[in-house]
């Protein structure tokens, strides 16, 4: 089994800034890919960006030049910094991972984390 504990977010103004972490533990073998997803109220989850284990990465195009992905693969966590945020940003945001789970034999399964919440105020 795998966990994504994901910790930041919160209530910020526009224009302001945030960062979220992700970190991924459990039994895993390797992670392809690492990313972000937000579902704002009422609307269905969409895609933020994410990143592979090679370092390429791919957004939305809302948050293109304003949102940066990283991840520190030693640590098994991925990173999401927000900049100029806006208050179309406000979402609940969930770190997602594609991991090779040390099963046997090995398995690649998708994982989601529990959400955070992050409200931008005009």
């Known amino acids: 089994q795998v966990q994504l504990v994901e910790s930041g977010g919160g209530l910020v103004q526009a224009g302001g800034s945030l960062s979220l972490s992700c970190a991924a533990s459990g039994s895993i073998f390797s992670i392809n890919t690492m990313g972000w997803f937000r579902q704002a109220s009422g609307k269905q989850r969409e895609l933020v960006a994410h990143i592979n284990s090679g370092g390429g990465t791919n957004y939305a195009d809302s948050v293109k030049g304003r949102f940066n992905i990283s991840r520190d693969n030693a640590k098994n966590t991925v990173y999401l910094q927000m900049n100029s945020l806006k208050t179309e940003d406000t979402a609940v945001y969930y770190c997602?991972?594609?991991?090779?789970?040390?099963?046997?034999?090995?398995?690649?399964?998708?994982?989601w984390g529990q959400g955070t919440q992050v409200t931008v105020s005009s």
């Open positions: 997602n991972a594609v991991v090779l789970v040390t099963t046997t034999p090995l398995d690649v399964r998708n994982y």
